[in-house]
């Protein structure tokens, strides 16, 4: 049974495995993102955070995910370019993977294990508009800890521990705030 996120393995976007455990001392915030989301433009929040804390050991671990609506359509390659293209994203990026079901991988098994949907934002302008979509779907989806939608975000503090998880609705300045206690 995993401890934590150093005992597992990943594969970047080239489809080398990568231990977690490199990340060792690091604040992580891991992100399944997709390219064609309303809420694909928090890649350029993203690199900004990562660009303010990176020197202070920040990592921002990108997960491409096509669950959600199909919208991180083409290869990894195609995805890193529009990424770079675009947001001038720096972070590393991995292999596209699946955050749920069947196929899911097990670092999103951990994640999802220690922390589950922490509720929209209902102050975010789209954040009513996910939950009666979720809603009609499952009537229970809030008590499942499921992925819901792309740019969702598990914070990880340097022992490998997730210490939060963050819904694509949640303000970015929120998580800076945590990010920045951790990194002190």
């Given at each position: 049974m995993a401890?934590?996120?150093y005992d597992f393995n990943v594969l970047d976007r080239k489809g080398n495995e990568v231990s977690l455990s490199e990340y060792k001392g690091k604040v992580l915030l891991?992100?399944?993102?997709?390219?064609r989301c309303g809420f694909t433009p928090q890649y350029e929040e993203l690199e900004a955070l990562y660009k303010s804390y990176k020197?202070?050991?920040?990592?921002?671990?990108?997960f491409p995910c096509n669950q959600f609506g199909q919208q991180a359509p083409g290869s990894e390659e195609e995805i890193h370019s529009f990424c770079q293209l675009n947001f001038g994203t720096e972070f590393p990026q991995f292999k596209k993977i699946e955050v749920n079901g069947e196929?899911?991988?097990?670092?999103?098994?951990?994640?999802?294990?220690q922390k589950g949907f922490q509720g929209f934002d209902m102050n975010h302008k789209i954040g009513a508009l996910l939950h009666d979509m979720m809603s009609k779907a499952d009537p229970d989806y809030a008590s499942k800890p499921?992925?819901?939608?792309?740019?969702?975000?598990?914070?990880?503090?340097?022992?490998?521990?997730?210490?939060a998880r963050y819904e694509p609705t949640h303000d970015i300045k929120l998580i800076e705030?945590?990010?920045a206690k951790l990194l002190n």
């Open positions: 401890q934590n996120v891991i992100v399944n993102t997709a390219t020197n202070r050991g920040l990592e921002i671990l990108d196929n899911e991988v097990p670092l999103y098994t951990f994640l999802k294990s499921d992925i819901k939608w792309n740019f969702t975000k598990f914070l990880i503090n340097q022992q490998g521990e997730v210490v705030e945590d990010i």
